[in-house]
């Protein structure tokens, strides 16, 4: 599997993103520098966190308009798997290939800590290897991460099993405690209604090894690679 990770000024995730692709699930990876037009045949786009520009004007507002979005929209619209972690979830959301926005933090701080979401949906290409019920030990690192729509889009979403991950206790509970950033209905995760489109706010990449205090991300990327060689191979 090829896999683009693409990168904006700011952007501060990216080498954590390749790192995990490339050493730890085996994809071959690339990063693509913003004002490029190709993805180089990549099968895989991951938009990454950080702080793209600077988080000026709006969060993602401004890497919505890079040369290279244009090809990312193309890419996903051909039904192809695009995944937005953080700053990139922003970008997804700015550029319309996922609906709503993130909002700042309940608290108006930035906060960078661990959290528990509890998994919605297993039957995406992002999630098979988890089981629906799952609660992950996942990082997050945002001032704008509160996801908000409005309720007709909510409703869509909920009804049509778009919610992936939510914001929850250790032992999967849905209270305010833990929802760290205020998100609606304690959204930290949805795709498009195609599937192939994931945004979310935790950082996969940053728990993908026991070293770095935890693997629960690793089967998220180990997802994708399983189910582009079932494709492949059909």
């Known amino acids: 599997m090829k896999a683009a990770v693409i990168v904006f000024p700011g952007s501060n995730c990216d080498r954590d993103i390749i790192d995990v692709l490339g050493d730890v699930v085996g994809c071959s990876v690339t990063a693509i520098w913003h004002q490029d037009r190709s993805l180089q045949d990549a099968h895989l786009v991951i938009l990454p966190g950080g702080f793209s520009f600077g988080d000026y004007l709006r969060?993602?507002?401004?890497?919505?308009?890079?040369?290279?979005?244009e090809s990312v929209i193309s890419h996903a619209l051909a039904g192809n798997p695009v995944l937005g972690i953080c700053n990139g979830f922003q970008v997804l959301t700015e550029c319309g290939l996922l609906p709503g926005t993130l909002m700042p933090n309940k608290s108006l701080r930035f906060i960078c800590r661990d959290v528990h979401v509890r998994v919605?949906?297993?039957?995406?290409?992002?999630?098979?290897?988890?089981?629906?019920?799952?609660?992950?030990?996942?990082?997050?690192?945002?001032?704008?991460?509160?996801?908000?729509?409005?309720?007709?889009?909510?409703?869509?979403?909920?009804?049509?099993?778009r919610v992936i991950f939510?914001?929850?206790?250790?032992?999967?509970?849905?209270?305010e405690e833990n929802?760290?950033?205020?998100?609606?209905?304690?959204?930290?995760?949805?795709?498009?209604?195609?599937?192939?489109?994931?945004?979310?706010?935790?950082?996969?990449?940053?728990?993908?090894?026991?070293?770095?205090?935890?693997?629960?991300?690793?089967?998220?990327?180990?997802?994708?690679?399983?189910?582009?060689?079932?494709?492949?191979?059909?």
């Open 59 to 69: 969060c993602g507002a401004i890497a919505r308009f890079s040369p290279i979005m």
């Open 179 to 234: 929802n760290p950033n205020g998100a609606r209905q304690h959204i930290a995760g949805i795709v498009n209604e195609e599937g192939n489109v994931l945004g979310m706010m935790p950082h996969p990449e940053r728990h993908s090894e026991d070293v770095l205090g935890g693997s629960d991300g690793r089967w998220l990327f180990e997802s994708l690679v399983a189910n582009w060689q079932r494709m492949v191979t059909r």
């Open 120 to 161: 919605e949906n297993s039957a995406t290409m992002f999630t098979t290897l988890f089981q629906k019920g799952q609660v992950l030990n996942l990082p997050i690192a945002h001032a704008d991460g509160g996801y908000y729509a409005e309720e007709e889009v909510l409703k869509e979403l909920e009804l049509k099993n």
């Open 166 to 175: 939510r914001y929850c206790s250790a032992n999967g509970v849905l209270d």
